[in-house]
């Protein structure tokens, strides 16, 4: 039998643990034996077992085995993935067929015969270690849903135009891609199409907000961990980073990422391996990155707050995404879209812009982009009471938020105007505000702090 797992052996009586012990000892990782069943519950949360040998009666001349069906329930209840395996002096089918029904895996007497017991033990850490691995491959199909969906991106603007053209020229490889743009601009989307016209087509897609982690989490998260490593790590769970081995990892908010996390990051994409909390030994990765920022990333590098050796790793194709500001008439096409699609969610009776509603749509600046717009035309579409929206159903007012977007280069006063709309819009409801803006509530409270110093 090789040498796996932790196994955990519970009886009353001393000399059966003793020679378990000495029997289990030199084919197992760990063994660690109690007579008393009331620290099941400290053990799985410490030593973490793989496989719990369980008697099935705790008093002498006991032989119903209720105890033991008391404590397989514990165990399921603290651990449904551990596998438990009776043993006891009083076995007859009915308890066998019975323990199988609770949750044990297999039905040991006393005494029994070492090869057998050997087996049994073989069979059960296999199983456990079968748990693990559909564990992994649940949180790996997870993360490939909804990815054979094609975006649906409008644009008839020269400047979409170009971006997809040059989305059509990178479909057969695999370099990293580094998106650029305003919130709202649709990043996420970009990213999405470039997955779907790549060659790792229908792996999987694994998206990443960096600006809603918390620097505590970012190693859990991103690189996962192994059972025992923190206190509520009860299992192995892999990270964001290895679920998306073989596939895509888009990296959006990359412009928050931390200088510590900068570092780490690096060191993964530079050895194409990660090691998970607890372990010491790194598992391979290979990954096709996409990252986006809203932030002006080389602003960063040149003030010291980006790594420009990260940047160098993760640009190698740079694509800028328009503001709708400077996409002409696709803010009429985008309108109209919206519309037909709120429509028919609320079941209006809905049919057209008129041509002051579209003269007012392209006449204002849109600071929140795509989003902002399609906020706008959920609220049309609710309020209107005709079969056409026209100019007074939307409530749009150029504010200096709204002629900075026009007249001022400086992103970060743009980012702060443009928070400050948010905030206005949503009447000061942060989860409101973070949804327009396209961000986590938690990166939302990051970038109202920034401004406030």
């Known amino acids: 039998m090789q040498k796996q797992g932790n196994i955990l052996i519970v009886d009353d009586n001393e000399d059966i643990l003793f020679a378990l012990n000495l029997l289990l000892q030199p084919h197992v990782e760990k063994v660690k034996v109690t007579t008393q069943p009331e ?64 949750g044990a895996t297999d039905f040991i007497s006393k005494p029994w015969e070492k090869e057998k017991l050997l087996a049994t033990v073989s069979a059960a850490l296999e199983l456990r270690k079968s748990k693990n691995e559909i564990s992994s491959l649940k949180q790996q199909v997870a993360a490939l849903e909804s990815n054979h969906i094609l975006p649906e991106i409008i644009g008839e603007s020269t400047a979409m135009q170009e971006l997809f053209g040059t989305i059509e020229k990178l479909k057969d490889t695999d370099a990293n891609i580094f998106i650029l743009g305003e919130n709202g601009t649709g990043k996420d989307l970009i990213a999405h199409l470039l997955y779907a016209n790549s060659p790792r087509a229908g792996k999987s897609f694994v998206h990443i907000d960096l600006g809603s982690i918390p620097e505590q989490l970012f190693e859990s998260e991103l690189f996962g961990y192994t059972k025992g490593a923190f206190t509520d790590a009860k299992k192995e769970k892999q990270g964001r980073i290895e679920m998306a081995s073989g596939g895509t990892l888009f990296l959006d908010e990359i412009g928050n990422l931390l200088p510590a996390m900068q570092s780490k990051l690096l060191t993964v ?177 990051r970038k109202i702090s920034k401004y406030e110093k």
């Open 269 to 445: 994409i530079e050895k194409k391996q990660i090691i998970r909390l607890g372990a010491t030994t790194p598992i391979p990765i290979n990954v096709r990155l996409i990252c986006a920022t809203n932030a002006n990333i080389h602003d960063m590098v040149a003030k010291g707050d980006f790594r420009q050796d990260l940047l160098y790793r993760i640009n190698t194709i740079e694509l800028h995404i328009p503001p709708l500001r400077e996409r002409g008439n696709d803010i009429v096409l985008l309108a109209n879209h919206f519309m037909q699609h709120y429509a028919r969610k609320y079941k209006k009776d809905i049919r057209n812009l008129s041509a002051s509603a579209c003269r007012k749509l392209k006449e204002y600046s849109w600071p929140g982009n795509v989003r902002e717009l399609q906020h706008a035309m959920e609220r049309a579409v609710i309020l209107c009471q005709g079969y056409m929206l026209n100019a007074d159903d939307f409530m749009l007012k150029q504010t200096s938020v709204g002629r900075l977007a026009d007249e001022c280069l400086n992103l970060e006063e743009v980012e702060k105007n443009t928070i400050e709309r948010a905030l206005v819009l949503s009447n000061g409801n942060m989860n409101q505000a973070a949804d327009l803006l396209g961000i986590s509530r938690f990166a939302l409270y």
């Open 39 to 102: 620290r099941i519950e400290h053990f799985i949360s410490t030593f973490h077992p793989d496989v719990i040998l369980l008697d099935m009666n705790f008093n002498r001349d006991a032989s119903s085995g209720q105890e033991g069906f008391f404590w397989l329930d514990k165990i399921k209840k603290a651990d449904p993935d551990t596998v438990v395996i009776f043993i006891t002096a009083y076995a007859d089918t009915d308890k066998a067929v019975r323990a199988i029904k609770a």
